[in-house]
C-alpha cells in the first residue's frame, strides 16, 4: 500500500496544478454546506440566547428587528428615537423594572451605550478593573474593546464627532474611564459603557460652561435681563467634565422629553408582561412592545430559508463538480492509456493499476476534506465575527 | 534454458502470423533476434516475455512453461525475473529517474524494496553515467539517458532472462557503447540469458547466436 501511495503521490505532486484545483474545487463543495450550517446553528445559538435573555424591549414604532438587533448587539442601524418619559412610565406602572438606553453615539467606531447601572446588574456585568462609573462623564469599556484599544482606567475616551460638517452638530465629549469589564463573551465586551446622562452632554442637550455670574467671565456677557445673563459667543462650553467643573454642567429643557433608543423592560411577572404589552398594542401606539426571542425566531426562520435555497444551489453545483472532476479524471486515464500499458508490460496487474488511481482519487478527496475541515474550523472560529459584521452591523 | 515449441501467434485484427516450430537458448546464452521489420521480432520478445499469448504452442523457461501460467502468474514471473528493455523506453513521465529505476518494487507485492536495493539501484545508474540525475524527471533527459533509465529498470530486479527490444536503435555511439556493455556485462557476470532485438549488425559479434526471423533461419554470427 505504501508503495502505492508513494506512486499516487509523485503523479498528485507532478500535476500539482491541476491536482490544486481539483482539491480546491472539492474542497469548497465540501465546506461551503457545512460551512453555512455551521454558521447558522452559531447564528441561532448567539442570537437566541441573547434574545431570550431580554425580556421585554420597549421602544419607538419602527422595523422591529431593527430596534431588537440595536438594543441587544448595538448595531449600526438606528431605529426611531422615543422620549425618556416613557422608561419613566413603564416604571411607575409597577409592571416592569425600566432600564432605559441611548445608543447613538460612537467613540472610535466602538457603540456608546448610555444606561442605568441597572443594565449592569440585569446583564450580571463586573468590573475586573477600575471602578464603577460614578458621576457625568465617566464610563466603562467592555473588555475586548479595552483589549483591542489598550486602554486603562483613568484614560480618556473621546466620543466621535457625528458629522464633521455640522457645526450645530454633538460636540466631542472627552470622558474618563474608570472601569474595565470583566469579559463576558457576549456584544457588552464590544461597547463602551456611560450613564444616560452623558450621553446626553454628548448631544448637547447637557452642557457645562463658564460661570457668567463671575467677574472673570464678565467679556463673555452680551446682555443681563435681571436674573438672566445671555452669553456670546466667547463664553468658553467644556468638552470635558472636571471635578472642577461639573457643577456647571446642568440640563435645558424637560428630561423627560429627552431622546433614548429604548427600554428594556423587565417584568415582575408574566402576568405584568401581559399586561405592558397590552398598553402598547394598536395601531395608534406611538411605541412597540417586543418580545426579542419572537423578533430573532422569525429572523431565523428567514435564515434557514434562505440556507435551504442555498443549500439547494450548492447541491446542483455540488453535483456539477464532481461531474466535471469524474470527468477530468477519466480524461486524464485516457490520456495516460499509454503509462498504464507500461504497467501493464511491466507486469503489474489491472488490480493494482486501479488500486493506483484509487489512490490518486482518494488523495485528492482526503486533502480537500482536510481543507473543508479547516475552513470549517475557521469558520466556526470566527463565526462570531462573521455573524457580527454581516447579520447585524 | 528457453524452449518454443510449435508456436503459432496472430494478432486479432491483422494478417500479421508468426509461426515458429522450434526453438532453443541454452541458459546463459546471449541471442539476437534480426529481419527486417514486421518479421516478428518484438512479437517474439513479448511472446517469451508472456505480455502477449500464443495461440496455440508452447514456451518454457527453464523447467516453467510459460505459456501454462494464469495470467495473474505470467505477470508475477514477468516483474520478479524477466528484465524488459523496450524500443521506446516505456518510462513514466511523473517519476523520477531513481523511482523509474525501482518502478518493478512498487508494483509487485512480492518484491521487497530495502536499502540494498535502493543502492544497487544507484550503483547501476551510476554505471551508465547516471549517478547524478536520479532525482530529475525522465522528461529532463536526452534520448540516450532515458535508454539508460529504462536499462537499469531491466536490470534491478537481478532477472535471469532479459529481453531487449532493439536498445540501441537511434542512441548516439557513446550511449550504445554503454548500454550493450551494461547488457552484456549483467548478462556474463549473473549467467542470465540475453536476447536482444537489433538491426544494428555491428553488435552481432557479441552474441552466441543469431536468429534471423526474417528467413527463420539460425544462423551463426
Known amino acids: 500500500m505504501r508503495d502505492l501511495l508513494h506512486l499516487a503521490w509523485r503523479y498528485l505532486a507532478y500535476h500539482r496544478a491541476k491536482t490544486v484545483v481539483l482539491v480546491l474545487s472539492i474542497a469548497l463543495i465540501l465546506y461551503v454546506p457545512i460551512g453555512l450550517r455551521v454558521l447558522v446553528r452559531q447564528a441561532r445559538a448567539e442570537l437566541a440566547s441573547r434574545a431570550a435573555s431580554t425580556p421585554l424591549i420597549l421602544g419607538a414604532k419602527g422595523s422591529p428587528l431593527e430596534l431588537v438587533l440595536k438594543v441587544l448587539y448595538a448595531g449600526r442601524q438606528d431605529p426611531p428615537l422615543m422620549r425618556y418619559g416613557e422608561a419613566e412610565r413603564v416604571a411607575k406602572s409597577g409592571l416592569a423594572q425600566a432600564i432605559p438606553l441611548y445608543i447613538r ?192 425566531e422569525d429572523l431565523l426562520r428567514t435564515v434557514l430559508a434562505v440556507e435551504k435555497f442555498v443549500v439547494a444551489a450548492l447541491a446542483l453545483v455540488g453535483a456539477t463538480t464532481l461531474a466535471t472532476a469524474t470527468l477530468v479524471f477519466l480524461l486524464s486515464l485516457r490520456l495516460r492509456r499509454r503509462e498504464m500499458e507500461t504497467l501493464v508490460k511491466l507486469g503489474a496487474s489491472r488490480g493494482r493499476i486501479a488500486a493506483l488511481v484509487a489512490s490518486e482519487i482518494a488523495g485528492v478527496v482526503g486533502a480537500a476534506a482536510v481543507l473543508a475541515a479547516l475552513f470549517t474550523w475557521a469558520t466556526a472560529a470566527a463565526g462570531a465575527n462573521l455573524l457580527r459584521r454581516f447579520l447585524i452591523e | 534454458m528457453i524452449r518454443i515449441c510449435d508456436l503459432d501467434f496472430a494478432y486479432p485484427n491483422g494478417p500479421f502470423r508468426l509461426r515458429l516450430p ?134 534491478v530486479i537481478e532477472p535471469e532472462l532479459v529481453l531487449a527490444d532493439e536498445p540501441t536503435a537511434g542512441l548516439d555511439p557513446a550511449s550504445k557503447a554503454l548500454v550493450v556493455e551494461a547488457l552484456l556485462g549483467y548478462a556474463r557476470s549473473s549467467g542470465a540469458t540475453l536476447v536482444m532485438v537489433t538491426h544494428d549488425g555491428d553488435l552481432l559479434p557479441h552474441f552466441d547466436q543469431v536468429i534471423d526471423l526474417g528467413s527463420f533461419q539460425e544462423a551463426k554470427p
Open chain 2, 22 to 155: 522450434e526453438l532453443q537458448l541454452p541458459r546463459g546464452t546471449h541471442a539476437a533476434f534480426i529481419g527486417p521489420s514486421g518479421s516478428g521480432k518484438t512479437t517474439l520478445l513479448f511472446l517469451l516475455g508472456g505480455v502477449l499469448t500464443p495461440r496455440a504452442g508452447h514456451i518454457w523457461a527453464g523447467e516453467l512453461e510459460i505459456t501454462a501460467l494464469e495470467e495473474a502468474s505470467r505477470r508475477d514471473f514477468r516483474l520478479r525475473r524477466i528484465g524488459m528493455v523496450f524500443q521506446e523506453f516505456e518510462l513514466i513521465e511523473y517519476l523520477t529517474v531513481r523511482d523509474n529505476i525501482l518502478l518493478p518494487y512498487r508494483l509487485c507485492r512480492r518484491l521487497r524494496l530495502n536499502g540494498a536495493v535502493v543502492r544497487r539501484a544507484e550503483a547501476l545508474a551510476e554505471k551508465v553515467a547516471l549517478g547524478d540525475k536520479l532525482d530529475r524527471f525522465v522528461d529532463c533527459l536526452s534520448f540516450g539517458e532515458r535508454q539508460r533509465v529504462g536499462l537499469c529498470r531491466a536490470l
Open chain 1, 105 to 296: 453615539y460612537r467613540a472610535q467606531g466602538d457603540p456608546i451605550i448610555g444606561t442605568t447601572l441597572d443594565y449592569f446588574a440585569f446583564r450580571g456585568l463586573r468590573i475586573a478593573e477600575g471602578r464603577q462609573m460614578t458621576r457625568l462623564g465617566d464610563c466603562v469599556a467592555g473588555a475586548e474593546v479595552a483589549r483591542r484599544r489598550g486602554l486603562r482606567p483613568q484614560d480618556a475616551v473621546v466620543s466621535s464627532a457625528e458629522n464633521l460638517f455640522d457645526v450645530g452638530g454633538a460636540y466631542p465629549l472627552k470622558m474618563r474611564l474608570t472601569g474595565i469589564l470583566a469579559p463576558t463573551g457576549t456584544p457588552d465586551d464590544r461597547v463602551i459603557f456611560a450613564d444616560l446622562k452623558t450621553t446626553w452632554v454628548i448631544e448637547g442637550l447637557a452642557h457645562g460652561h463658564q460661570d457668567l455670574s463671575r467677574p472673570e467671565a464678565a467679556a463673555g456677557v452680551l446682555a443681563r435681563k435681571g436674573a438672566n445673563v445671555i452669553g456670546n459667543a466667547s463664553v468658553v462650553e467644556y468638552n470635558e467634565v472636571t471635578d472642577d467643573n461639573i457643577a456647571s454642567f446642568h440640563f435645558h429643557g424637560d428630561p423627560a422629553a429627552y431622546p433614548i433608543t429604548a427600554v428594556i423592560a423587565l417584568p415582575r411577572d408574566e402576568k405584568a408582561a401581559t399586561l405592558l404589552m397590552g398598553r402598547y398594542e394598536g395601531a395608534a401606539a406611538a411605541h412597540q412592545i417586543l418580545r426579542p426571542i419572537e423578533v430573532i
